[in-house]
């Protein structure tokens, strides 16, 4: 298992829109990884590590931004408590990876607002 602590530490020295596109990395590879049914596993821990960086990164920027990624997490909650559901029928699968794509666009336009 990571070590939080340590990741959290390192995480946070970060500039906030650096930490914006570390989170966008995450989605973009949660979304990648799981078009394979082989990656369950992976990608079920990197949700929960995507969830700390979005606890990790909210305190730091403007409340509409902290809301919108609150809802990120939502999402991403909803997906773990129905993941046998989800993980088994590639057509949902497929669908919450459409919504995740969505939502890795709006966390690259608030890197890119913050980076401005």
């Known amino acids: 298992m990571t070590n939080f602590t340590t990741l959290q530490a390192t ?3 970060d500039d906030v829109s650096i930490r914006l596109n ?5 989605l973009k590879q ?6 394979d ?5 992976v990608v079920k821990s990197l949700i929960r590590e995507t969830m700390y960086f979005i606890e990790w990164i909210a305190p730091d920027i ?4 902290a809301f919108e990624l609150a809802n990120l997490g939502r999402f991403l909650t909803r997906w773990l408590f129905k993941w046998e ?8 699968r497929n669908q919450v990876n459409q919504e995740l ?4 666009d ?6 890119q607002l913050l980076a401005a």
């Open 11 to 13: 995480f946070i020295k």
């Open 101 to 104: 794509g969505s939502w890795n």
């Open 62 to 65: 403007e409340f509409d931004h």
């Open 106 to 111: 709006r966390v690259l336009q608030m890197s």
């Open 85 to 92: 559901q989800i993980w088994n029928d590639t057509e949902t």
């Open 22 to 26: 570390n989170l966008n990395n995450h």
């Open 37 to 41: 049914n082989d990656n369950n596993e």
């Open 30 to 35: 949660i979304q990648s990884l799981s078009k």
